[in-house]
């Protein structure tokens, strides 16, 4: 099956600081999403990219439809002790199509 | 905000038993998922669901599996005898793709834990 290929596994950051983590495929797709995972909770989906090369923001976080569709990355600006748990990459060929998860980023911060 | 529920929050089996995972998608959504994430590991799809039968399935979803939606508000997983590699979280999903305002985004459920002993 498709794999997505997520780094880093975990991160320990110290809180005010950025953090960065990406994601590759082998394949092309139209739809690129992160969502953060609390524990115990389902998945929140955080941004979604249509277009390749597109930059969205929300708040204190960024993330980048790569150019060639086959990659994206998440940036967080700022981190504060709620930024606390599991990032995902996903992908989807859009519509009502199925989402692919990434094996997911742990983010830990350090008040 | 409308939201995506799911019940039981947790559900505890003996292994060969038959479970029933129940959902209540959000109330103007067409397409209707099932995922699966076993304890540390990633989210994986199971099945969808559209116009009262599957779009698509993945290589897990197999004879074992079920879904029904009973009604014009519940979407059930069933799952007829439980094995232990079934224990995971469960995570119902629904879309409004179709609709004017799509968004095209799938909007999760908390999740049932499942224990299969």
């Known amino acids: 099956g498709q794999q997505l290929n997520q780094s880093p596994q975990s991160m320990f950051i110290q809180e005010g600081e950025d953090v960065s983590m990406n994601c590759t495929s082998s394949?092309?797709?139209?739809?690129w999403l992160w969502y953060k995972q609390d524990p115990g909770e389902g998945p929140v989906l955080l941004i979604a990219?249509?277009?390749?090369?597109e930059l969205t923001s929300n708040g204190r976080l960024t993330a980048q439809f790569g150019i060639t569709r086959k990659d994206s990355f998440l940036n967080i600006s700022a981190s504060i002790p709620s930024d606390v748990g599991i990032y995902f990459c996903?992908?989807?060929?859009?519509?009502?199509?199925?989402?692919?998860f990434g094996t997911g980023t742990k983010l830990q911060v350090i008040p | 905000e409308p939201e995506v529920t799911q019940t039981p929050s947790h559900q505890v089996t003996q292994m060969g038993q038959e479970v029933i995972l129940r959902c209540v998608p959000i109330s103007n959504h067409l397409y209707f998922y099932w995922y699966r994430q076993i304890l540390g590991q990633k989210v994986e799809f199971l099945v969808s669901f559209y116009n009262n039968e599957i779009s698509e399935k993945s290589e897990i979803f197999d004879d074992q599996f079920s879904v029904e939606r009973p009604d014009g508000s519940n979407f059930t997983l069933k799952i007829r005898s439980t094995k232990l590699e079934d224990s995971a979280m469960y995570f119902c999903a629904s879309s409004d793709w179709l609709a004017l305002t799509s968004t095209d985004t799938q909007y999760f459920g908390p999740g049932t834990r499942l224990t299969v002993l």
């Open positions: 990219l249509y277009k390749a090369g």
């Open positions: 996903a992908v989807t060929s859009g519509g009502y199509q199925k989402v692919t």
């Open positions: 394949s092309i797709f139209n739809t």
